[in-house]
């Protein structure tokens, strides 16, 4: 067979182009969702913070989690709870951010391995071939890793919005510039600084319409359509 295989490939790459426009509208939904009821967004944020702690207490208590990875995922998530001091702003230059991206990725390794190395058999007749019920399943690990490793980094990150143009204070973390709504206390935010205040793009956002602006301009450049997005020397 020739074409059969070839049709196989081009479904291949169709479904995957339509799962990525697919990821990419919705990060794009959630980051405007979470632009517009911050307030909103932050008490979700942090009660999904609490669930996924005790979430994880529970599963040292009875399904003998090891002890020490139980602490560093509970201690990783009072980090991220820190990126919620300023919400949605985040400077990525933060050191509290910088430590919770390492977090995310020394969880997901750590786990990982821990979950790569079952604990041996535990039934006694070595011909049984029943499941074991002492080793977590392929559902049950994947559903791990997405509620209690990845689901609050993810939240994050579409929730969060890099603030390029908010300078602290001195002897304050909030920023009092005019794009900032803490311009004085108890004074309410400026027109102007309402306006300076949208200007802060999600995370999620930003990378879809960076991505989009890429792949516009390569199209352009390589002639596969026209627009004015191409730059003129």
């Known amino acids: 067979m020739w074409v059969l295989p070839l049709v196989g490939y081009l479904g291949l790459i169709l479904g995957f182009g339509f799962l990525t426009l697919a990821i990419a509208s919705g990060l794009y939904y959630l980051s ?7 307030v909103l967004a932050k008490k979700l944020l942090t009660r999904m913070i609490y669930a996924v702690m005790v979430l994880q207490l529970l599963l040292w208590l009875f399904d003998s989690f090891p002890l020490g990875l139980s602490i560093l995922s509970i201690l990783s998530h009072v980090v991220y709870t820190g ?7 985040v400077k990525l ?7 919770s991206c390492f977090l995310v990725l020394i969880n997901h ?10 604990p041996p058999r535990t039934n006694y007749y070595p011909y049984n071939t029943g499941r ?6 392929f559902t049950e690990i994947a559903s791990y890793f997405g509620l209690c490793v990845w689901l609050v980094p ?16 001195m002897g304050s973390e909030y920023a009092t ?10 004074q309410e935010p400026s027109a102007s600084a309402s306006s300076a205040k949208k200007n802060n793009v999600g995370l999620a956002k930003a990378l879809v319409d960076g991505v989009r602006d890429w792949v516009g301009e390569t199209g352009e450049v390589m002639g596969f359509w026209r627009g004015d997005r191409v730059k003129r020397f």
């Open 109 to 118: 390794y750590l786990w990982f391995r821990h979950f790569s190395t079952p």
């Open 83 to 89: 990126n919620l001091r300023r919400f949605p702003i």
């Open 154 to 169: 993810f939240a994050l990150f579409v929730s969060l919005s890099a603030g390029e143009n908010v300078l602290p204070s």
């Open 32 to 38: 405007e969702l979470v632009e517009e009821h911050t």
């Open 132 to 137: 074991d019920y002492s080793i977590p399943t």
């Open 93 to 99: 230059t933060d050191p509290l951010f910088i430590l």
């Open 177 to 186: 510039g005019e794009g900032s709504s803490f311009i004085a206390p108890g």
